[in-house]
DNA sequence: GACATATGTCCACATGGCGGACGTTTAGAT
DNA sequence: ATCTAAACGTCCGCCATGTGGACATATGTC
């Protein structure tokens, strides 16, 4: 079953040399969104079996897949996690960041995260709540940037060419929620570049929401995010949404003023 | 300058093939530890020039490494992490840990860890604390198997052969109180197995110490650690100390039990 | 401004990887 | 139990691909 969409992650430019290194790559990618067995991967991917299952047992023998024996599925491995936590240890812009996200995951019921963008998706790079997690909001867990307000926020202050073909490639629906239809898309974001902030409720679980804020460095730049995700219960009060409001723009300013931006 | 040990990580069997791909992996991990210059990783991985530079363009394209434009320095790029943090996104057993490690994080003045091994080095998979947070007891740093209580811990519970060629490496100093010592380092890891527990201070950081505990499985293998990372003064006074340690064991033994282990 | 060091690019050669084809194991149906 | 199909694992000859020495440009240091 060959996709007529490759709409799969982060693709390459088709002419990229040392093939074999990109494929290992894609692969690692693909895994990482999709968890299957081999089969699933050479289908999903389009590659012939031979070669993916080299492939498969070369990052499988370094550590950087794992391979559950009983189902033969295949998942990212710990050599993974090595490496790629190294990038938030050292990140500048979060180092800056942390103080005034601990202060204001003080807050009572909700849980606050500083994310970024990679490729088409949301990734979060911290996440800190005070009272009880809520699920799925922890680091980890990627969605797609036209859900949540995190992404929203960061699709909003993306170039106009970028959301014009992310939208086009048709957005996803999480839940019933989900804002898909390219019009409404296009109004929320501009809403969000306007307010600068963004509100989702329901949109990515049904039980949760979140607002979030951008972050700017010296160059007026969107460099990142901080969002406070909250149960839906609690965000649907009026009161309530207000004085995270003020505390997320709080937050984000600082941070932002800290990274040298000036309004 | 061609360093006589090549003991950088976690090096593959010689002949594996895939050569390009294993090049590329290890340019990654090489990066992760030690960030710098083409010509630096060129040398200590002791690769020809035109060969590291193709792999470096390649992997900074694709958004695995990123490359600071003014120092020509490489690091870890985003798009690793958004891989490599799926790996605790579904990861079992800290899954069921985290409620124990939210309970645990409730005690004042520690931060507390879920630390798997990863090669020779303990990676931390989840971190968190209630107070000031701890310098460098976040995600993302990653230390050798010989310092730190968690390092400890993990290592005692290896096999008998991997400890041995563990020490035979020559284990580094990163502060003065580093147990560097082979014999010294068999005694205490001969301690640490018995008691069920290590206790480190000062040698990873000046001004910190910790306590760990292992955590095994339904099948007795060690799979992970509980660390409580806290200030040097706070973890000297005999009462602070023995007060963690039965927090320490009362955690680790009921994230072992819901993982199926019975004493 | 000259020298040294680091980065970027090229290209002929042969080696390492490709993938079709064919075994082997596992799973699931009858 | 027996059969069948699907998934997994391996082999090998051909040739595209990546290799790395050498040369060219950029950066920076005295």
Same mark, same amino acid.
């Given at each position: 079953m060959t996709k007529p969409k490759s709409s799969e992650g982060t693709s390459f430019g088709a002419s990229t040399p040392l093939k074999g290194v990109n494929r290992a790559l894609q692969v690692l990618e693909y895994v990482a969104v999709h968890k299957g067995r081999a089969i699933d991967i050479s289908e999903g991917l389009d590659l012939p079996w031979a070669t993916l299952h080299r492939t498969l047992q070369q990052l499988e023998q370094g550590g950087f897949l794992q391979k559950?024996?009983?189902?033969n599925q295949y998942s990212v491995g710990s050599r993974m996690w090595f490496i790629g936590s190294t990038y938030v240890a050292d990140h500048a812009a979060l180092e800056i960041a942390r103080p005034y996200l601990e202060r204001a995951a003080k807050t009572k019921g909700i849980t606050v995260q500083f994310v970024e963008q990679s490729g088409n998706q949301s990734t979060v790079l911290f996440s800190l709540h005070s009272g009880e997690p809520i699920t799925?909001?922890? *680091?980890g867990y990627h969605f797609p940037l036209h859900v949540g307000s995190k992404g929203q926020v960061l699709l909003a202050n993306s170039s106009d060419d970028f959301i014009e073909s992310y939208i086009a490639e048709g957005p996803s629906k999480l *839940?019933?929620? *989900?804002? *898909?239809?390219p019009e409404e898309l296009h109004q929320k974001l501009a809403q969000v570049r306007e307010d600068g902030y963004a509100v989702t409720i329901a949109?990515?679980?049904?039980f949760s929401g979140s607002v979030a804020a951008p972050i700017f460095d010296a160059k007026g730049n969107t460099v990142a995010c901080v969002s406070f995700v909250a149960r839906k219960s609690f965000l649907q009060k009026e009161e309530n949404q207000e004085a995270l409001l003020e505390t997320l723009l709080d937050t984000s300013q600082s941070i932002s003023m800290s990274l040298g931006w000036r309004p």
């Open positions: 559950n024996p009983d189902t799925k909001a922890a *680091t *839940t019933k929620n *989900t804002l *898909t239809d949109d990515v679980q049904l």
